[in-house]
């Protein structure tokens, strides 16, 4: 092999896509059943191509924004009873 194809092969193998390899991020659990599942999730884009990736994430985002409002429209504790007396 000459100079000019072992240049020529190094060049290609360096533009050769790499194999999905997980990322080895942690994920601690929140306690919250809904969003430890949608974290879990996440873990699914390490098995695919880096062109996958977008649609985990925007699904995960979305279960995630849907948690949040979900936390907004729960009624609150009742508020407590005022401590003075409104008559005039």
């Known amino acids: 092999m ?6 020529a092969a190094v060049a290609a193998a360096v533009h ?3 194999a999905p390899a997980p990322l080895g991020a ?5 306690g919250h059943t809904a969003v430890d599942t949608l ?3 996440l873990g ?3 098995d695919l191509p880096a062109d996958g990736h977008i649609a985990v994430y925007e699904d995960v985002h979305q279960g995630l924004r849907e948690a949040l409002t979900a936390l907004d429209a729960r009624p609150g504790p009742p508020a ?6 409104h008559r005039s």
């Open 44 to 46: 699914a884009a390490d």
């Open 39 to 41: 974290l879990e999730r």
């Open 16 to 18: 050769e896509p790499a």
């Open 80 to 85: 407590p009873p005022s401590s003075y007396d």
């Open 2 to 7: 000459n100079d000019e194809d072992e240049t």
């Open 26 to 30: 942690g994920r601690t659990p929140t």
